[in-house]
Each structure stands twice: as structure tokens, then as C-alpha cells.
């Protein structure tokens, strides 16, 4: 994927454009401007102020979220894998930068202690200044900020240390390649209580089912998680403005969640609800094909 400023020939440079070539597709955005630019060891971080979509993250080309949307993605990483654990307590968060995710998690009452682990602290520093809702919760003192490659640290934690393991990560290149890989899950599989949950953020169900969400499946199966779900969101800054999450529970079903704690939430969401999880687990005919010898 390549990432130009483009639109018509007058207003070229208001606009950024993340271009998906394998897929001849393109999503732009109309800027104000950019507000901030930061090469770190590990990637370039870029923000822009758009003009319907509030501040926007960029790494290395790929829109990392938008003010306006990133309510869905953060959501949906959290709530649907907290509200099916049956008691989480420890929380570890590989990636999430951004601290999204970290902020739903820190809604949920019975977490005890929510760790986030992402390689670069650049990402949090840009959004504390450009994205200072999502980080509230930092604060908290459940929470803990670790810069560490979330690879080393799933491979060298105790065993059984959490009851869910967020992977909230970029695209499977660069420093995130090897959060997609075998072997992570199985240090994932051994890090998580007897009763654990991993949720890892999947990519499009229509651009990439067959190059990463089936291959997901069959990597999670094999470190032994014993059912795996992808429940799936609107997103419309994502290629194809459709998105997942993917589920592995080592005991027990994805699909049974607890539905009458997620109808009671005792807090605010902008899109999760326990209808709109129990609608997320519905699987369309194409993806129930691809997946079928998957899992
Ligand atoms: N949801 C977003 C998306 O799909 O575009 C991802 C948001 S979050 C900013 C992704 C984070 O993963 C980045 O902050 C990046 O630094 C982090 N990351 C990438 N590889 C990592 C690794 N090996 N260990 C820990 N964090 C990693």
C-alpha cells in the first residue's frame, strides 16, 4: 500500500489519500492541515486535522484512526471479549498506543489491572497531545503504560497472567508481522489463565478473508485455543469500510457471552450494546465458507 496526497488537480494537496492497490481502491479524507510528523526507530507517525472527521493518525501511510469513527474500532475491541470472559481481571493490551482501547477496557468495573504494551511510546505521546479524550483513563491506577515489544513480552510473562489479551496492533508488516505469527499465539495461549481470551484485530473481512482471517484461524486452532469467532464492525477509514475482530477462547464457546451483564453495562458506549455484539457474531454465507475448514 502506498499513501499520496491526491484528488483533483486544484486541490491536491487538502486531501490525504491511503491507496489500496491489491484491491484498486482508494479512502481520502479532506485536510486542514497537517499538526504533527515524528520518525521513531520503529515507524513515521503522522497527524492531520481533517475536515469532517476530526484528528487524524497516520503510520507510515496507513490511517491508524480518526476522531470521528474510532469510537467503533475501540469498542468493539474491548467490550465484546470483557463481556464474555466470565471474570476479567488482568487485562494485557499488545499495541493500542493510542489508549482507545485502554479506556474502554478501564470502563469495566471488574478489571483489576489493564496493561498496555505498544513498541513505540511516540503513539502515545502524539495522541495525549492530539487525542486527549482517548487518553482520560491513563491515570488510572489500574492502568500501566509498558514501551516493549509486545512480542518479548507475551513470550517472557508468567504463565497464566491475564484472562484476556488484546492485540490491538497495525497491519501485519513491519513491527507488528510477527503478531500475526504462530508462535505468538502460542506464547498468548500460555499466558492466559485456563479460562483466557484473545481478541486480535483482523483486518476486512472482504479484502483480506482468504489472506489473513483464515490463516488467523488456523494459527489460533493450532496454539490451542478451542473456539474462534470474528465478530465484524462498519469502519469506514479502513480499507473497505468493513472490519474485525477475532476471538479464541481456550475453554467454552465465542458465541456465549454474558448477555445480561452487557444489557446492564454500568457505563457509556457510543456503538457497543448487547445487540449490537449478538448481531457482530452473525457470520455471512461467504466468510462461513472460507472459514468452515478453518477452524
Ligand atoms: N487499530 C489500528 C489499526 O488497525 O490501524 C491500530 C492502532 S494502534 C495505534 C497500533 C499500535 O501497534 C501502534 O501504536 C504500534 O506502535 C503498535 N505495534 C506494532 N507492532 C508492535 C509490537 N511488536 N509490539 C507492541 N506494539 C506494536
Known amino acids: 500500500m502506498s499513501n499520496t496526497l491526491s484528488g483533483d488537480s486544484q486541490d491536491q494537496r487538502h486531501w490525504f489519500t491511503e491507496i489500496h492497490p491489491a484491491t484498486g481502491s482508494a479512502f481520502?479524507?479532506?485536510?486542514?492541515?497537517?499538526?504533527?510528523?515524528?520518525?521513531?526507530?520503529?515507524?513515521?507517525?503522522?497527524?492531520?486535522?481533517t475536515e469532517a472527521f476530526g484528528n487524524l493518525m497516520v503510520i507510515d501511510g496507513y490511517i491508524m484512526l480518526s476522531g470521528r469513527d474510532n469510537f467503533l474500532y475501540h469498542e468493539m475491541m474491548a467490550?465484546?471479549?470483557?463481556f464474555t470472559h466470565p471474570h476479567p481481571r488482568r487485562?494485557?493490551?499488545?499495541?493500542?498506543?493510542?489508549?482507545?482501547?485502554?479506556?474502554?477496557?478501564?470502563?469495566?468495573p471488574a478489571v483489576e489491572t489493564a496493561t498496555q504494551v505498544d513498541i513505540d511510546e511516540a503513539v502515545t505521546r502524539a495522541s495525549e497531545r492530539y487525542f486527549p479524550e482517548?487518553?482520560?483513563?491513563?491515570?488510572?491506577?489500574?492502568?500501566?503504560?509498558?514501551?516493549?515489544?509486545?512480542?518479548?513480552?507475551?513470550?517472557?510473562?508468567?504463565?497464566?497472567?491475564?484472562?484476556?489479551?488484546?492485540?490491538?496492533?497495525?497491519?501485519?508488516?513491519?513491527?507488528?508481522?510477527?503478531?500475526?505469527?504462530?508462535?505468538?499465539?502460542?506464547?498468548?495461549?500460555?499466558a492466559l489463565s485456563a479460562d483466557g481470551l484473545l481478541v486480535q484485530q483482523s483486518e476486512s473481512p472482504l479484502f483480506h478473508l482468504e489472506?489473513?482471517?483464515?490463516?488467523?484461524?488456523?494459527?489460533?486452532?493450532?496454539?490451542?485455543?478451542?473456539?474462534?469467532?470474528?465478530?465484524?464492525?462498519?469502519?469506514?477509514?479502513?480499507p473497505s469500510g468493513w472490519w474485525s475482530a477475532t476471538l479464541a477462547r481456550k475453554?467454552?464457546?465465542?458465541?456465549?457471552?454474558?448477555?445480561?451483564?452487557?444489557?446492564?453495562?454500568?457505563?457509556?458506549?457510543?456503538?457497543?450494546?448487547?445487540?449490537?455484539?449478538?448481531a457482530a457474531l452473525a457470520t455471512p454465507e461467504f466468510m462461513r465458507r472460507a472459514l468452515a475448514g478453518a477452524g
Not at 499538526?35 to 526507530?41: G, N
Not at 467490550?79 to 470483557?82: D, F, G, I, N, S
Not at 487485562?91 to 469495566?108: A, F
Not at 454474558?258 to 457497543?272: L, M, Q, V
Request: charged share 20%.
Open 28 to 49: 481520502s479524507l479532506k485536510l486542514h492541515g497537517k499538526l504533527h510528523q515524528a520518525d521513531s526507530p520503529w515507524q513515521r507517525i503522522a497527524v492531520y486535522a
Open 79 to 82: 467490550h465484546p471479549a470483557l
Open 91 to 108: 487485562v494485557l493490551i499488545i499495541g493500542g498506543g493510542d489508549c482507545g482501547t485502554l479506556r474502554e477496557v478501564l470502563k469495566h
Open 134 to 190: 482517548l487518553c482520560e483513563s491513563n491515570d488510572d491506577p489500574r492502568a500501566q503504560l509498558c514501551f516493549e515489544d509486545g512480542l518479548a513480552w507475551v513470550k517472557n510473562v508468567a504463565p497464566a497472567s491475564y484472562e484476556v489479551i488484546i492485540v490491538d496492533s497495525t497491519d501485519p508488516i513491519g513491527p507488528a508481522e510477527g503478531l500475526f505469527a504462530q508462535p505468538f499465539f502460542s506464547d498468548c495461549h500460555r
Open 211 to 238: 489472506s489473513i482471517l483464515a490463516p488467523l484461524h488456523r494459527k489460533l486452532r493450532t496454539a490451542g485455543f478451542a473456539d474462534t469467532h470474528t465478530l465484524h464492525f462498519p469502519q469506514c477509514v479502513y
Open 251 to 278: 475453554t467454552g464457546r465465542v458465541d456465549d457471552f454474558r448477555t445480561a451483564d452487557a444489557a446492564a453495562k454500568p457505563f457509556t458506549t457510543d456503538y457497543y450494546n448487547a445487540e449490537i455484539h449478538r
